[in-house]
């Protein structure tokens, strides 16, 4: 089997984990007569090696989205099954918390080697 590194939401920090499963799927968009944009979505099923957690991974990038070295920039989001179901409102402000979906799925979005929660 495949291995990547990734983070682990159950131990909280980069781990190794199998891949289970993964797809792929390139897009392409004309703008217009000689101009277009492009980019790719990956999905993996992965399982960590130390605490055999289970994820879903999404990596993806758009063709006018590059780093200081003209790289594509790759954004990357994980989710895993939530042990609570639902969202929070915060009424004083009232905005909902987005560290829950609607779907019960907890989300942690790593873009950069930085983790925003």
């Known amino acids: ?10 131990c909280c ?14 897009w392409k968009e004309d703008l217009d007569h ?6 790719e979505d990956t999905y993996d099923m ?4 130390g605490c055999e957690n289970i994820a879903l991974r999404h990596q993806s990038w758009f ?12 954004d990357e989001n ?3 099954n939530a042990t609570v179901l639902g969202i929070y409102l915060d009424r004083s ?13 907890e989300s942690r979005r790593i873009s950069g080697g930085d983790v925003v929660v």
């Not at 402000?93 to 799925?105: A, E």
């Open 63 to 74: 063709s006018e989205d590059r780093d200081e070295s003209g790289q594509p920039r790759i």
């Open 13 to 26: 920090g980069e781990r190794r984990h199998e891949i289970l499963h993964k797809e792929t799927s390139k």
């Open 34 to 39: 000689n101009d277009f944009i492009y980019g």
């Open 46 to 49: 992965i399982k960590c090696c």
């Open 93 to 105: 402000r009232s905005s909902v918390d987005h560290s829950w979906n609607y779907w019960g799925m």
């Open 1 to 10: 089997m495949e291995e990547t590194k990734a983070y682990c939401n159950n």
């Open 78 to 80: 994980l989710y895993r």
